[in-house]
Nanobody
Framework: QVQLVESGGGSVQPGGSLTLSCAAT????????VGWYRQASEKQRELVAE??????MTADSVKGRFTISRDNAKNTVSLQMINLKPEDTAVYYCHLKTMSYFNWWGQGTQVTVSS
């Protein structure tokens, strides 16, 4: 059973920064993709950023503010977030997809941006 443990969420004021981390209990080097999704209250879960063999994809809404990275040696995926906005408030989920397209999800970490 693969586990994804997220950390780094919290409450910040607009313009603030947070870095989310996801530690996997399996090797992420062989994954089809690693990424972050988020789900705001009463909204559908959406892709924020992911890394595949084709490169990095970042949602337009966070482009220039969020940066995804991976450390295959440590089996971690990180999401650096700067210039946070109230509309970034959501539960953020770490996601892995295997080569056979099986999905693994973390338990989620809350990010709240409010003055």
């Amino acid at each position: 059973q693969v586990q994804l443990v997220e950390s780094g969420g919290g409450s910040v004021q607009p313009g603030g920064s947070l870095t989310l981390s996801c530690a996997a209990t399996t090797s992420i080097a062989s994954m089809y993709s690693v990424g972050w999704y988020r789900q705001a209250s009463e909204k559908q879960r959406e892709l924020v950023a992911e890394i595949t063999s084709r490169g990095v994809m970042t949602a337009d809404s966070v482009k220039g503010r969020f940066t995804i990275s991976r450390d295959n040696a440590k089996n971690t995926v990180s999401l650096q977030m700067i210039n946070l906005k109230p509309e970034d408030t959501a539960v953020y989920y770490c996601h892995l997809k295997t080569m056979s397209y099986f999905n693994w999800w973390g338990q989620g970490t809350q990010v709240t941006v409010s003055s």
